[in-house]
């Protein structure tokens, strides 16, 4: 029987119930997700990925859990004490309140709140601070250069995203996660994904970008910064930001398949599974397209979503709004 | 922590062109050497203004050890296995450079056979090279998987020629008037499959890589060098080739069976690192083309001419320029009649090339860098020697 | 550049970009080609150039054909090759406890000590390329890793007699 978020009456119970749950629920799916993300590489590489602790080497992200909590966490000398352990927390936390209002089901919506987008936008938004503080405050060149990088990326990916989701916004009449799912069906052509696929395409180049994925890992990018922001970082300080950058990836993959692919609505299955599946299916996406292709120089980075997005985002949503205004 | 002072990283003779930085608003950056992209142990000053390169400055000197006068110290035979050592990704070439100059020293004749397997061994040893760049390469500019692929092909290339020379990386097998051993019975028709493999792959690397939008941005028009540049600073192989000159030491100063041999000499005339990297995918094929044809040309006979067990060369001095993958492998041998060479000056070419970039790096953003140098194709211990 | 123009490089762009989605694709459904080591070993072996062993005389596996002439410790660049003979017994020394020497030795015809540092050897063959009765060959021995320094000191005389007893 699934657990009825619902039956809690007051909203204070539900909102602390729900964040335990979503802690739970990143965990446990960031885990997964790294198991995914090396057995993925791994085949793709051919190569068999993690192989030899436990079967199929489910268990090596547990492993490397208990090895990263293990290490010693060690500060540079010159860095800013407080901005230096500040980030990491910082990093996670904004994500986490992120799951709150994604449906994950009619019944497991933790927190229905009719801004739900808003309050996504915005503490995905935060993250962006974190990579500063982290960047500016371990006293080291290749963490400000990647500071630096990710603010001018996150502003610019940000305006085509927040565009993107207008649209769909505007379509659905509504800015709560729930309501908008609901007004998709349960087959494909009923989506908004497929009725809007410029919506669609542009929102998930954006969420790559938004989480600082290959191809648009610029700020962490490995041949050119070392590791970017979080290269001082040791032991937890750099496990967190793993587990933020993964726990985004979900954010972004649960609101697309939220306002793209029908969330939960899907024929004979569970909501939740449903729900799950096309997360999923997003999150294999990003993974596939980081093991595929080379990294995008930053000019042209900041070009593809100024030149080439935001307009494309603009006439999409002019169309959007046309096509409502005479559809009534 | 010691305090940041200008005055004293101004007189720190590593950076001794670098005037104090801060007050200029500008950044100063030790890029290596320890940085993924510098393949090795090669530092780079860089005077940053943002993202923006003011100037570059490689820093050499890391893996300095001492061939030369090791050279010196070492008999004629001794020195030999330190050629696989120099430049470990074409460790052939300088086999054959050095082996080249002491046998036109002490003029021995090698047999056609032993010129044969020399020919096929090297161009191997120049497609598991050039394989290795572009993994590495691709690896500079953040795609992961190629360098798998390319690292799948090139383990064939390397069985084949352990069962030849018994290592497979750190080669030491010509020796004075040939090679160490004969080649397997099973060498040509291995070659040959070989050949057809990396021919049916190359269209793979073409799609997945080549072509592909990201790496084009990342590549072209990047670090564009004309070939007045290139002569002025003495680049050769693949990096003049990429500005447009057709020069190739096996055609200019042909050496040993190379002239019997057809194949066409790559070069493209843009300059840039993408016209670098078109210059070593065609090189794979042009390898591939001379070994069918140096394998099924093979003649019989003796592997080496009969070489003194004690080396001593009549006074004089010699020369051996060969092609390796990375330029001009040149050996110079100068005898004073003794045991032991009286001096060894080895010309490598990733030397020359690299002195270009910070020329090229000069204007360009941090990760253009990165890109042009790894389209230079540096091996960080054939540079220091 | 019109506006054509600009969206053609677009879609050969995007296409390109599907099309190494395409083959990564593919690659990920392929076998996988590594050979998971210790489960699985490598089929080459046979060609390795492992360190250095001494061959036995054609009529007597355990004895070395090496003449303790001493030219492989003169050829090796590295000096990691020790070759000891008993030191001729001077007049007047008889019963004293025998001596070792490096060889050459007079009236020494094989070694007493045979060993190769294989710390020091970097796999050149110039020592066999040097021995004037073939006494020395490469080993097909991939499986170098001891725990001590010292354990390289490979014993090449009990290693012969171990592999003429196999």
């Not at chain 1, 998709?184 to 994904?193: I, L, R």
């Not at chain 2, 020329?359 to 253009?368: I, N, Q, S």
């Amino acid at each position: 029987m699934t657990p009825d978020l619902m039956s809690f009456d007051h909203p204070l119970t539900r909102l602390v119930v729900g964040l335990l749950c979503v802690f739970a629920f990143v965990g446990l799916n960031g885990l997964v997700l790294v198991w995914v993300e090396r057995k993925v590489a791994g085949h793709v590489q051919l190569r068999p990925g993690p192989l030899h602790v436990g079967p199929y080497g489910l268990l090596q992200p547990i492993v490397d859990a208990v090895k990263l909590i293990g290490k010693q966490l060690a500060m540079p000398a010159g860095a800013d004490k407080y901005l230096y352990w500040a980030a990491p927390l910082l990093a996670f936390a904004p994500v986490t309140v992120c799951f709150l209002p994604l449906p994950f089901d009619p019944a497991l919506a933790p927190m229905r709140l009719n801004t739900g987008l808003v309050l996504i936008l915005a503490f995905s938004g935060l993250g962006v601070l974190s990579l500063i503080l982290a960047g500016w405050g371990s006293n080291n060149k290749w963490g400000l250069l990647g500071a630096a990088r990710s603010v001018a990326q996150s502003v610019a990916y940000e305006v085509p995203l927040l565009l993107s989701v207008m649209a769909v916004a505007l379509t659905a009449g509504s800015l709560d996660l729930y309501e908008i799912t609901t007004q998709q069906g349960a087959w494909p052509w009923q989506w908004y994904g497929v009725k809007n696929p410029l919506a669609f395409f542009i929102f998930l180049v954006c969420a790559v970008a938004e989480t600082n994925r290959a191809p648009f890992d610029l700020p962490e990018a490995e041949s050119e910064l070392t590791a970017g922001f979080h290269t001082e970082y040791s032991g937890m300080g750099f496990g967190l930001f793993f587990l933020a950058e993964y726990a985004s990836m979900i954010v972004v993959s649960g609101v697309a398949a939220a306002l793209f692919l029908g969330g939960w609505q899907g024929p004979f299955l569970p909501g939740i599974l449903w729900f799950l599946v096309k997360v999923y299916a997003i999150l294999l996406l990003m993974i596939w397209m980081r093991w595929t292709y080379p990294r995008v120089r930053f000019d042209q980075l900041l070009n593809l979503s100024w030149k080439w997005l935001t307009p494309l985002a603009l006439i999409d949503l002019v169309l959007v709004v046309i096509v409502a205004g005479f559809g009534g | 922590m010691q305090a940041f002072d200008p005055k004293t990283l101004a007189q720190d003779p590593t950076s001794v062109r670098f005037e104090p930085g801060p007050t200029e608003d500008k950044l100063i950056l030790s890029m290596g050497p320890q940085h993924p992209s510098t393949h090795g142990v090669l530092r780079i000053l860089l005077e940053l203004d943002g993202e923006y390169i003011v100037r570059a400055e490689p820093v050499l000197g890391y893996v300095h050890r001492m061939h030369e006068w090791m050279g010196q110290e070492k008999t004629y035979f001794q020195f030999m296995p330190n050629m696989g050592r120099v430049d470990y990704l074409h460790a052939m070439a300088w086999n054959w450079a050095y082996a080249g100059s002491v046998e036109r020293l002490a003029g021995i004749e090698v047999p056609e056979r032993a010129e044969y397997i020399r020919v096929a061994v090297t161009e191997l040893n120049r497609i598991s090279s050039h394989l290795l760049w572009w993994g590495a390469y691709l690896l500079d500019l953040g795609a992961f998987t190629p360098i798998m692929y390319a690292f799948d092909d090139r383990e064939f290339l390397l069985d084949i020629l352990q069962a030849v020379t018994g290592s497979r990386l750190t080669y030491s097998y010509f020796t004075f008037g040939g090679v160490y051993n004969d080649v397997p019975e099973d060498f040509p028709k291995r070659c040959l499959d070989f050949v057809k493999l990396l021919r049916s792959r190359l269209p793979m690397y073409r799609d997945l890589v080549t072509d592909n939008v990201i790496l084009r941005g990342r590549c072209e028009g990047i670090g564009e060098m004309d070939v007045e540049l290139a002569r002025r600073y003495g680049a050769t192989g693949p990096v003049l080739r990429g500005s447009g000159a057709a020069v190739d030491t096996r055609r200019a100063e042909p050496y040993s069976v190379y002239p019997r041999f057809d194949f066409p000499i790559p070069s493209y005339p843009q300059g840039d690192a993408m016209a670098r990297y078109m210059v070593r995918m065609d090189e794979l094929e042009t390898s591939c083309s001379i070994i069918e044809q140096a394998v099924s040309t093979m003649p019989g006979g003796p592997i080496a001419a009969k070489a003194p067990k004690t080396l001593k060369p009549p006074k004089g001095e010699a020369c051996y320029a060969v092609e390796g993958a990375r330029g001009k492998i040149l050996v110079h041998v100068r005898s004073d009649g003794g045991p032991k060479p009286y001096r060894v000056k080895l010309r490598a070419p990733g030397f020359s090339n690299l002195s270009v970039f910070a020329e090229l790096a000069r204007g360009t953003l941090l990760a253009d860098a990165v890109s042009i140098l790894g389209s230079l194709d540096l091996v960080i211990p054939e540079i220091d020697r | 550049m019109s506006v054509s123009q600009l969206f053609e490089e677009a879609y050969t762009g995007l296409k390109s970009l599907v099309v190494g989605l395409g083959i990564t694709g593919k690659a990920f459904c392929q076998p996988q080609v590594t050979v998971i080591y210790p489960k699985q070993e490598v089929d080459n072996l046979s060609s390795f150039r492992g360190h250095v062993e001494l061959i036995g005389k054609d009529d007597d596996p355990s004895v070395p054909r090496c003449v303790a002439c001493g030219a492989c410790v003169k050829a090796c660049p590295s000096n990691c090759l020790t070759i000891q003979c008993p030191v001729p017994v001077k007049e007047g020394d008889e019963g004293k406890p025998v001596v070792m020497g490096p060889a050459p030795q007079k009236g020494s015809k094989t070694p007493a000590v045979v060993i190769v540092d294989f710390s020091l050897c970097s796999l050149c063959g110039q020592c066999a390329r040097a021995c004037p009765v073939d006494s020395l060959q490469f080993s097909d021995n991939p499986y170098m890793v001891r725990l001590d320094r010292k354990e390289f000191q490979i014993d090449l005389l009990a290693r012969l007699r171990r592999m003429a007893a196999e």
